[in-house]
């Protein structure tokens, strides 16, 4: 036992000497900005990216919506169990008519989806092809997998060709697993490409996860995907409700037969209490505003290039095109001072560091939300132009 907690002193002891020891930040939040250590600061670092999480008349408004009947904080069971409350069937309905696909499936988080959906749609005969770049919650799903895995290099749509057209005869099924914007770079796939690229095979499939898309792209807020016009090309379109929708939970729009597929086979559907009916129905709520949101949606995108530009011209890395927007430093002890001067300067922005993105990408991530006002982006590029 000494041992065991002698050898994790020592690697914790190795994550301090390189700056890469993480630990629990106290916060407080108040509307758009989090308080730590008594100094109050803009966040700069939340998922919250139509700023609904704050927006108290929304609040409100849903609070009249509920009694203590229909108020239940809890379903007490998983779905095939005792757990399917209707407000779970209105919801799936709901992002069924609004993807325009036959059907949805809910789940308790993106991590969830991501971890339990590919495990049970893969076999030894599947092969899957996925960005170098996915998310770990799409890592963990493929390392649960029986599938052989290849990484393709991030976004290079050349080199999954070439994979696709070497492989597809030796295996029973090809995955290609994608987001639609990557959490730390905030660039995009080509996703009509990887639609293109599947339509010349029976046996290719597409998945995409529109985590960081869903609820900001697209004039209704339905990711990239109807952005790109190809919704309904996507075997497997997943998103999260913890993000721009301000709730918590997941989804994938689907086929009708493969949400039965997944109903049977999914383990981290089958054998988890289901979300509170309460949290659903505060999902649902949102949804039916979606659409109204495109204002909050341009205004994102308009700062979000902003502080882009600015960072280019200052020379940094900045691959974004959405409102992930990461100020790529390099080193990590540089990118951790960084962040503390722009938090002493009263802006929440925080380094990444590996393992998160790769050994000498170490950035700062800016992840903006549409509360931000036009003078709050110009307070901050100031302060980044300024130093
Ligand atoms: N996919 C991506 C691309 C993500 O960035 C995240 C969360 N950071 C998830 C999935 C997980 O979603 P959730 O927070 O709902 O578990």
Not at 25 to 39: A, C, F, R, S, T
Not at 65 to 74: A, G, R, S
Not at 95 to 110: M, P
Not at 320 to 329: C, F, G, L
Request: charged share 25%; aromatic share 8%.
């Amino acid at each position: 036992m000494n041992d065991f907690i002698n050898s994790i002193q020592e690697e914790l002891q190795i994550l301090k000497e390189k700056r890469n020891f993480r630990s629990l930040p106290q916060l407080i939040h108040d509307k758009g900005e989090v308080v730590v250590n008594g100094q109050r600061m803009l966040n700069l670092s939340s998922n919250d990216y139509l700023g609904l999480a704050n927006d108290l008349s929304l609040r409100n408004e849903f609070l009249e919506t509920l009694t203590p009947q229909t108020f239940l904080p809890t379903s007490s069971s998983s779905r095939l169990l005792t757990g399917n409350f209707t407000a779970y069937q209105e919801l799936e309905q709901q992002l069924a008519d609004i993807f325009g696909t036959e059907s949805a499936l809910v789940f308790n988080s993106g991590y969830h989806a991501n971890t339990g959906i590919l495990p049970a749609v893969s076999d030894i005969h599947t092969l899957l092809l996925a960005d170098k770049l996915v998310h770990a919650s799409l890592i963990d799903g493929i390392r649960l997998s029986a599938a052989k895995c290849i990484r393709y290099r991030h976004n290079d749509l050349s080199q999954l060709k070439r994979l696709i057209e070497e492989n597809h005869n030796h295996f029973d099924k090809i995955i290609i697993v994608t987001e639609s914007i990557f959490s730390m770079d905030g660039d995009e796939a080509d996703l009509s490409t990887l639609v293109k690229f599947k339509q010349n095979y029976s046996n290719v499939l597409l998945y995409v996860d529109e985590a960081h898309a869903f609820g900001v792209r697209g004039e209704k807020g339905l990711g990239c995907a109807e952005e790109q016009n190809c919704i309904n090309d996507i075997d497997f379109l997943v998103g999260t409700f913890g993000k721009a929708i301000a709730s918590a939970g997941a989804y994938v729009a689907c086929r009708s037969v493969i949400r039965d597929y997944l109903i049977n086979k999914m383990r981290t559907f089958i054998f988890t209490t289901a979300l509170p009916p309460v949290n659903v129905q505060w999902t649902s709520f949102i949804l039916e505003r979606l659409s109204s949101f495109q204002e909050k949606r341009q205004h994102l995108l308009r700062i979000s290039r902003k502080l882009k530009e600015v960072l280019t011209c200052k020379g940094y890395v900045c691959p974004s095109v959405s409102h992930i927007v990461p100020m790529v430093v390099g080193d990590s002890k540089d990118t951790i001072l960084k962040a503390e001067e722009l938090q002493r300067k009263g802006f929440y922005a925080l380094p990444v560091r590996p393992p998160t993105v790769p050994e000498g990408t170490s950035r700062i991530r800016f992840s903006l939300t549409a509360d931000i006002t036009e003078k709050e982006i110009d307070e901050l590029i100031n302060s980044i132009l300024n130093k």
